[in-house]
């Protein structure tokens, strides 16, 4: 997947775009990978490209560390076509496409400093932690399942994981996760997956932190999730939650939402989770969350979903105000858990299930 070399306000930069479609409003999920926020596909970018993104970075905020040419008091003013090129260097963040102007500043002499930007930017990757994984064989192969627990205390793009896996002292597999949602809030957990090969579990594995992780600037939007029902179509291993989501809100937003099924001694048994189209205000969508079994018929004895919806029109210039205003601005976590619930049973359909008439009443 190529990275295109552009211009921006006379600068050299850099875009990644998406394998798949061609889109440029991509979420980095960590160094190397971006996931399409219109199409869905994972680009993963070379180490090369992926070096040259990092040392654009890295050569914009050296440049910004000179202090900056003023004119004499007495030149007339001219237009005001490059003035961002004074104060911003262009870095590719997470979740907008092409690069956006950023401003980290030095205390002691207003100069950008790449240590001042990482450090208001990101959180420790220790604070963000993945529960013991447990494996689940499916047939040709397995999963190893787990949780990503945010005890950052900051909103976050939840990174990817890398799970190394280890058979009579040698590496023999490795994997990668994908976030199911874009922000996670503190408090907030989401489920990581690793696919493998393998037909048995190994005698070992490590799992590889991610380089950083960064405070997400995306403005969630507070969505409710209405008229839920829990369905398990007869003859399938999955379960579906369905509900409505309408836009009353005076901005637009899209999104999707995940699924946790639980068994009766609290032991996750399966997840998923499903996406809805952008919403303008005043209008409404069908969200259908299928979360697939671990490998096995069971039961559900409880289940958890969280709506992961954020505004459209994201700001394409983000100030360090910015992002301490939204790394600040905490939601109480979305999580939503019911116990003991009923279950829909509809019968086996050869089309797509027609979720809207398994709403529940208004």
Not at 2 to 17: E, F
Request: net charge neutral; hydrophobic share 35%.
């Amino acid at each position: 997947m190529p990275v295109v070399p552009t211009q921006t306000q006379g600068l050299q930069s850099l875009t990644v775009v998406c394998h798949q479609c061609g889109g440029a409003d991509l979420f980095r999920l960590d160094r190397k990978e971006y996931k399409c926020n219109h199409c869905g596909a994972v680009t993963v970018i070379s180490d090369n490209d992926a070096e040259r993104l990092e040392q654009l970075l890295r050569q914009m905020l050296a440049k910004q560390a000179q202090p900056a040419y003023r004119p004499p008091a007495s030149s007339p003013k001219r237009g005001g076509k490059a003035v961002a090129l004074s104060i911003a260097g262009v870095i590719f963040c997470a979740g907008v496409g092409g690069f956006i102007s950023l401003l980290p500043k030095n205390s002691a002499n207003g100069a950008s400093t790449a240590d001042d930007y990482f450090a208001q930017t990101t959180v420790p990757t220790d604070r963000v932690t993945i529960s013991p994984l447990t494996w689940v064989p499916d047939g040709v192969g397995g999963t190893y399942n787990g949780l990503m627990y945010n005890h950052s205390g900051y909103p976050i793009d939840p990174p990817s994981y890398s799970l190394a896996l280890f058979h009579d002292g040698m590496k023999d597999d490795s994997s990668g996760s994908i976030p199911t949602v874009g922000t996670l809030e503190p408090g907030e957990y989401t489920p990581v997956q690793f696919r493998v090969s393998n037909a048995k579990p190994n005698a070992r594995y490590e799992l590889v932190q991610p380089e950083h992780i960064m405070r997400s600037t995306f403005e969630v939007a507070p969505v409710r999730l209405m008229r839920v029902n829990l369905l398990k179509q007869q003859g399938s291993y999955s379960y579906s939650l369905v509900g409505e989501v309408q836009n009353t809100l005076r901005r637009p937003f899209s999104g999707g939402g995940q699924l946790l099924l639980y068994d009766r001694e609290g032991k996750l048994i399966g997840s998923g989770g499903g996406f809805i189209a952008e919403l303008n205000p005043g209008e409404k969508s069908v969200l259908v969350m299928s979360g697939f079994l671990n490998g096995r018929e069971d039961d559900v004895a409880a289940y958890e979903y969280m709506l992961d919806m954020r505004y459209k029109n994201e700001m394409q210039s983000v100030s360090m105000q910015d992002i301490q205003r939204l790394g600040s601005h905490t939601l109480p976590s979305r999580i939503v858990r019911v116990n003991n619930p009923s279950v829909l049973r509809p019968p086996a359909t050869s089309g797509e299930l027609n979720a809207a008439q398994y709403l529940a009443p208004q």
